[in-house]
């Protein structure tokens, strides 16, 4: 009875034996056939690993498309992946999901997809990646457990997998042939027991492998776990260990059985492909200008780009190892640390805005993601950080803002202004106002709202709107005046201004309107007022010209007795000729002398000396007749004339007149050359008179008058000098001098001849006559519009 029990023990173990290997065995398919593969959204490329071209059954040669994946999907799950696809996308995660695939066969295969999404920095989805994994056997594993342990022997000769069985209580190792190989060992090299499988450990990770396995015999972890074996020639082989411990009823480890499998040439291939990923890695963030970088928990860098070297002015190849502390100021390191432990400890991406300074001690504002990293069991390991520099968005931000702020404060200001000034302006899009302020609805009578969407033709009377479409079209911008219809139907007179402008690529048209209708009535009754006032002025002008007329009339006529006295001093020397010829011709006749020639010498010698009596009295009568227009004459001429006729005024009173006119000048002007005698005249008087008031207290001074005339530098004007050495006139009268019936001659003079002078020359010639002080000599100053003569 007890042999029978004991075969029914071990016919039990047998089949736990069994369905362990069974178990292993899926776990084993599980891990084994893992496909990797990537879909880069953007350019429509696929990725796949060569284990992905197995599970799908396509040559590894094809160039893989999304329609081929497509082809290859069991036509009833094509909707479900794209939906769960698409869903990825959407939500920029992925999430777990199984399907079936046909391949070229005909067979039919149930895959099982993870994996996760990819964006960019702007948060768009840019590549799908993840791993496939066969689950088909899983699938019909209840089917199929007939010739299990056939196709378990075949299983482990195929994917090089040893199984092996260990008797704890009793140190027993089972290894099968697969087992042996794995560890490069023979049955005659292999000792047996649980030392077989210790000594050939690898001697860096014996330690911590025995440790692991004792921690499952203990029940603190499962036994899954990888490490390297040492064979007896040096070759290192890496291996995936899985097992299960079987425990009595107290809990007591029995047995532990499990799989090794070679994973050597998955690891060199993953060193392969993590070197060349580290390296592609490298190449990119070494070559983008953000600073970009990899801790690790305790905040050690592991891995750094150029951009952050150069920042903390650290060799790339001596940044490994440093903390924040090391390169960074104290209160940023201590910050960026904060936010590393809060990262990890919240398992999720965070979007930072901060500040660094670099070696030079610049500050930089920086724009950081800084995302957990975790190892291939799903355990945060450490920090991945990329900061994007933000100093010149910040510093063109920060003027935005400026700017901004100053054009809504201008706009607030000119809003403020429109509304306070008292014209109304209107802004037109395609002939329609569109906007308007508040002054021109209430001088077109309308409420504000009212005239917004109104034609501007609407708004003028009729015979203007040619004008409008005009001066619109031609972009015309000079005011002109319009005629406007109010709300009511009223006319009104408006001054406008308009200007055609581009705003936000429309363009419009912006115009100032001013109500001009006071302005018109005043201007209109201003006219009427002025033609009014115009022919009064006329009569008065009129008035006034004959009473300056008459004033210069008796201004010549106080001076007539002298001017008579030089007449007949005149006639004295041609009527004593005359007497004398009269008495010769007595004599001539009593002595016979008279005949033919006689008789004409005697009367061309009496009309010779009776013209000069006859044009003495012409030209006094030429200079009392008033001017009564203007005409062109030449000023150094007209002043020879007025010589001529009264030099010998000046030589009875010894006092010598002299003229000079500079050379080139323009002597001709426009106005009243009698008149302008009598001014010449007046002061040359008034400088006799000084004169000869001087010599009664200086006998010997000789009297001088200088007449200069010239042109000022732009030879518009002409300018008379005329300047006597009479001692000049006192400061205290000077500026009275042109007052009328002011004079210093007491009862000689009227006081009419200066005020008169000033009158003719400014008021009636558009001159101007000035006097000063110059080294004790008074000079007049006759100023006059030059008049070019073509």
């Known amino acids: 009875m007890r042999d029978e029990d004991k075969t029914k023990e071990q016919l039990i173990m047998e089949l736990e034996d069994l369905r362990m290997r069974l178990t292993r065995y899926e776990e084993s398919q599980r891990i084994a056939h893992i496909g990797n593969w990537e879909f880069d959204i953007e350019h429509d490329n696929i990725y796949w690993s060569d284990e992905m071209f197995n599970i799908y059954g396509i040559d590894k040669q094809s160039n893989i498309s999304y329609a081929q994946l497509m082809d290859r999907i069991y036509p009833d799950d094509r909707d479900y992946h794209n939906k ?19 391949r070229r066969n005909g067979e039919i295969r149930y895959i099982y997809v993870s994996g996760d999404v990819q964006c960019n920095e702007a948060g768009k989805p840019i590549k799908l990646f993840g791993v496939v994994i066969d689950i088909t056997q899983l699938k019909h ?4 457990l007939t010739g299990v342990t056939q196709r378990l022997e075949l299983a482990t000769r195929s994917a090089n997998l040893g199984i092996w069985d260990w008797d704890v209580t009793n140190n027993i190792m089972t290894w099968d042939d697969q087992m042996l190989t794995l560890y490069g060992l023979t049955w005659e090299t292999f000792p047996g027991g649980v030392e077989a499988w ?28 990888e490490f390297r074996v040492l064979h007896p020639n040096g070759t290192v082989k890496h291996i995936k260990a899985n097992g299960m411990v079987i425990r009595d009823h107290e809990g007591t480890p029995v047995r532990m059985l499990g799989t090794n499998y070679d994973i050597t040439e998955r ?17 990119l963030i070494d070559n983008v200008p953000d600073l970009a970088w990899i801790k690790d928990r305790e905040g050690r860098f592991i891995i750094v780009n150029k951009a952050v070297s150069q920042a903390a002015n650290v060799p790339v190849d001596k940044m490994a190892g440093k903390t924040d502390l090391d390169v960074w100021p104290r209160e940023l390191a201590e910050k960026y640390r904060s936010d590393d432990q809060a990262i990890m400890a919240a398992g999720m991406r965070k979007h930072i805005e901060e500040s660094f300074v670099d070696a030079e001690g610049r500050l930089h504002f920086i724009e950081t993601i800084k995302t957990p990293m975790k190892d291939e069991n799903g355990l945060i390991i450490g920090t991945v950080g990329i900061a994007h520099n933000i100093t010149e968005r910040k510093r063109m931000e920060k003027e935005l803002r400026t700017e901004i702020n100053a054009r809504c404060m201008a706009e607030k200001r000119m809003s403020l202004l429109l509304e306070a000034t008292f014209e109304g302006v209107s802004i037109a899009e395609n002939g329609r106002i569109i906007d308007c302020n508040k002054r021109l609805a209430e001088m077109y009578g309308y409420d504000p709202g009212e005239i917004l969407g109104m034609l501007v033709l609407d708004t003028v009377t009729p015979q203007y709107r040619e ?7 031609e972009g015309y911008d000079k005011p002109y005046e319009l005629d406007c219809l109010k709300k009511d139907g009223t006319v009104i007179n408006v001054e406008v201004c308009g200007k055609s402008l581009e705003h936000e690529g429309r363009k419009i048209r912006m115009a100032a309107i001013r109500d001009i209708t006071q302005r018109k009535r005043m201007e209109k009754e201003l006219k009427t007022l002025n033609e009014h006032l115009m022919a009064q002025v006329a009569t008065g002008i009129e008035k006034i010209r004959t009473h300056e007329q008459m ?38 006749y009593t002595y016979g002398e008279v005949d033919d020639k006689y008789i004409d010498n005697l009367i061309g010698s009496t009309m010779q000396q009776i013209s000069f009596m006859a044009k003495t009295i012409d030209d006094f009568r030429n200079f009392f007749m008033p001017s009564k227009n203007k005409v062109t004459f030449n000023v150094k001429t007209t002043i020879e ?16 007149i002299s003229m000079k006119a500079e050379q080139d000048a323009i002597l001709v002007t426009d106005g009243y050359p009698n008149e302008f005698k009598q001014v010449v005249l007046n002061i040359l008087n008034n400088s006799k008179d000084a004169i000869l008031s001087r010599k009664q207290n200086v006998p010997e001074i000789q009297g001088n008058i200088e007449i200069n005339i010239s042109n000022d530098e732009d030879k518009s004007k002409i300018i008379v000098s005329i300047k006597d050495n009479g001692g000049g006139i006192p400061e205290d009268i000077i500026e009275k001098i042109f007052e009328p019936y002011f004079t210093t001659k007491e009862n000689e003079g009227t006081g009419v001849g200066l005020y008169m002078s000033k009158t003719i020359i400014e008021t009636n010639m558009g001159g101007k006559l000035s006097v000063r002080n110059v080294d004790d000599c008074a000079e007049f100053l006759i100023t006059l519009n030059a008049t070019i003569v073509l």
Not at 84 to 102: C, L, Q
Not at 212 to 225: H, I, M, P, V
Not at 267 to 283: A, C, D, G, I, V
């Open 84 to 102: 769960i696809t698409a869903s990825w996308i959407e939500n920029r995660r992925g999430a777990p999901f199984e399907y079936r695939i046909i």
């Open 141 to 144: 594993m209840e089917q199929k």
């Open 198 to 225: 210790q000594n050939g450990l690898h001697p860096d990770d014996r330690e911590t492998i025995v440790e692991e396995c004792n921690a499952a015999l203990r029940g603190e972890k499962e036994w899954d776990t």
């Open 267 to 283: 690891k060199l291939k993953e060193k392969r492909e993590q070197y060349r990923s580290y390296t592609m890695l490298s190449t």
């Open 467 to 473: 004008i409008i479409m005009k001066n619109v079209s």
């Open 551 to 588: 004033l210069i009339q008796q201004s010549k006529m106080a001076a007539m007795g002298e001017m008579i006295g030089l007449i007949a001093h005149q006639w004295k020397q041609p009527i004593n000729a005359v007497g004398l010829s009269i008495q010769d011709l007595r004599d001539a």
């Open 641 to 656: 004339e007025l010589l001529l006729m009264f030099t010998h005024i000046f030589i009875r009173s010894k006092i010598g």
